[in-house]
């Protein structure tokens, strides 16, 4: 974008990868809700298409904001009239460096996860956002404990009735067959390194795209398809290696086949996970799926950066930090300004691509003294993904999130086709989940922005025999 707007000025990309992600196959679906795939390409490429654009591959040491100056690992210093922080965030590990917890984050962190699943037996996940949604339901061939501290799975995504709707297809044999993958992965020649350690998760990779489990072999040792045990509202209480555990001589417990099992393990495993629900577990390794923190790390020695509660870098509403010509967009950074009643911050790929593309329209006007109006993305929260094969979008504020007691959902559900559910506030539709192909985002995406009384229709708003579509269109 800001390579388009000043073709004479130089750009230069700072990045410690080799490789840069870049959007392709994108699809506009309605005014707010749009679909891409993320590519991981060589960065020449960017660099042919914008000749003022240079891509230095090497990490940030320090930020000198006073000075307008970046000093990079490799020596060199460069100067800079604007700047904007696109350092993404890094995964939050449930323990730092045990060599048996592995973070994902990023396709460099899911490549040493398939190497891993292909010699294990069984695995525990933590965690209940998207990654650990998807890789739960990839997985085949390994015993996976699921451990979370929510009541139920997709927590971030939606509420307890959607994940009823979602847990048969966990424990169905048959798969349906992943569609294509359409995304490569380039690695540099020299780049490889021998036989990665578990615990290389540190190294800051991109973040993962919303299919990043295609066109990976996510099977282990086992011949069954499918064999998932829930663990809900517990967290990881210790983790133990095998000398630690035979030491304390407690008992850890065999995959539950029914509910009442409680056999004690006679296997050995190399690492024993505690849960604060008293039991314990024997696995291959364990995979920390629970979140990510802004990577503002190497940008705050000597300057005076105000951040948000999560840790992030704070920016208002032309994504401006609090010191002067530095900008931030994507997971490093925290909105913090009034935002729309139905749209809120969440680190995901879709408003990294929109902060950055708004982030470098308000470098520009600023540069060129012009005043400019906030980006229409930004007025309603929309975000579409796949879960367990299903078509799953989410707008404005789908759980209900920050409305307290002062509102009502409307269910409709229809067993392995459709689920959806609608947040209403004082005859006014607030948010939407919409699981299957349901054909009503764009509708409850206008109900949503234009804010309209539909006290009138009661129950019938979703009633399937009644096509919503054409009253409202």
Known sequence: KLAMEFPSEDIFLMTASPVIKAITNYKQVSKTLEEFDV????????????????????RVKQLKSDEHKIL?????????????????????????????VLGIRDTDSAQAFQKNLAQSERIVVVGNGGIALELVYEIQGCEVIWAIKDKAIGNTFFDAGAAEFLIPKLTAEKRDTPIECKRTKYTMEGSEEKDRSLAASDKLGSALGPDWHEGLCLKGTKEFS????????????????QQEFMQLQRTALTFPKEEKNVEPDEVLWPVYVELTNGKIYGCNFIVSATGVVPNVKPFLDGNNFALGEDGGLKVDKHMHTSLPDVYAAGDICTASWEPSPVWHQMRLWTQARQMGWYAAKC????????????DFSFELFAHVTKFFNYKVVVLGKYNAQGLGLDHELMLRCT??????????QNGRMMGAVLIGETDLEETFENLILNQMDLSAYGEDLLNPDIDIEDYFD
């Open 363 to 374: 470098m520009a006007a600023d540069a060129l003294g012009e005043s400019i109006d906030m």
């Open 39 to 58: 590519e991981e390409q060589p960065s020449s490429l960017l660099e042919q298409r914008y000749p003022n654009i240079k891509v230095i591959q090497s």
């Open 72 to 100: 990079t690992e490799d020596g060199k210093e460069y100067m800079y009239e604007k700047l904007c922080l696109c350092a993404g965030a890094k995964p939050k590990l449930i323990y730092e460096g045990n060599p048996y």
């Open 226 to 241: 499918h064999k998932v045990h829930i663990e809900i509202l517990c967290e990881v209480k210790k983790i133990y290696l």
């Open 415 to 424: 067993k392995g086709q459709e689920y959806v559910k609608v947040v209403m």
